[in-house]
């Protein structure tokens, strides 16, 4: 770190409105545990590891969440997916174990349900919330009745399970029409639980429909039509306009919004929920939200709009473009740079582009690689082949 951040620790001059002259209890608290905050603590701390960090994050495991529809197919186990917090928290960062309630940025401040922290500069990642409750008798009816979802640890044993034990019928797959994390993670339940069934040899007796709430099965145009291709050849339906609102799983029914006042009902013997999900309450009724109540920052440098040492990153964020692992990622080293060259007086040295990696895997050794950024265009990593075709490389990339 430069000389200059040390005249301001020494002095606690004013770099800019907003970076607080009082003495703070970090120089960065960053809020979440997730990839993006455990992988921007880490960049920080390369950096200058001199750098008081404290991540606020109530979880004692760490997931590794694309993995898990994989193993709903039993293409991964389970247990791989997890680890200890403790075992990924940097050593140098102070993990405080608590629930964010909410931010107080006029005073540079993080409020939990333990106490505050003050900060001189804060990353806003604490992820998404899974609203499975906003689907009228979801929450009663998962692991029973076929109902399953690969969006939560605890209920993607029942996909597999489901999968497995349900020779015929009807196979549904859902997509909601809210922002949800992994676009394309209700693609690949559809397809690996259609390959599954293929080589348990049930296929012939099962229906399948891919149910997306809004109007097509995948949002990047570059993609989207190699997808539905490989949709009518496996012989799943592509059904759009079609938002889950309720399940009555001792019918085995699902209830779709299709229009401002229809609604369609659907018998299903598998049902793959994929619930619509949105911003924690603790941010979205902060000074940090925008009008959705994701954490306001400029697309270009993670720089939140109206408080200049607040920086926010992933599926928290309003970062217009795909919330995935490979994007959190990217913009994780983004916002821990200009961090940094902000704490500094520096002007910004780096520039997110809106990448998102978005591996769809669609059979046990074959993915398709989508690779984007804003605006849907394609940021491709190998120019040499069209990775629109599903290819064992990126099942291998994905697994392993």
Known sequence: MSSMLGRVRATGCVLRRGFSSTKADYDVVIVGGGCGGIGAASQLLMKDRGLKIAIVEPSNEHYYQPGWTLAGANLLPMKSTVDEMSNVMPKKVTWVKQRCETFAPEENKVVTDGGELTYRTLLVSPGIRLNFDHVKGLEESLGKNGVCSNYSYNTVSFTRQFAESTKKGTFIFTSPASPIKCGGAPLKAAFLIDDLSRRLGNRDSQNFKFCAGGVACFGVPYYRGPLEELLEERG?????????????????????????????????????????????????????????????????????????????????????????????????????????????????????????????????????????????VPMESLRFMDQRKPSRLWFHMKRD
């Not at 299903?268 to 306001?296: R, T």
């Not at 217009?320 to 983004?334: D, G, I």
């Not at 902000?342 to 895997?361: D, H, L, Q």
Request: charged letters at 15%.
């Open 236 to 376: 799943i339906a592509n059904i759009v306009s079609h938002n889950l609102v309720e399940v009555r799983g001792e019918e085995q029914v699902a209830v779709f919004q299709t229009g401002p006042e229809s609604q369609t009902e659907m018998k299903f013997d598998f049902l793959h929920v994929v619930p619509p999900q949105g911003p924690f309450e603790f941010l979205a009724k902060s000074p940090l939200a925008d009008a959705n109540g994701f954490c306001a920052v400029d697309k270009g440098t993670t720089q939140h709009v109206k408080y200049p040492n607040v920086f926010g990153i992933g599926d928290a964020s309003s970062l217009p473009t795909s919330k995935t692992a490979a994007a959190t990622v990217s913009q994780a080293t983004v916002a821990s740079s200009n961090m940094l060259d902000f704490m500094a007086g520096r002007a910004f040295s780096k520039s997110y582009n809106g990448y998102a990696g978005c591996p769809i895997v669609v059979s046990n050794k074959a993915a398709i690689m989508a690779e984007f950024g804003y605006d849907g």
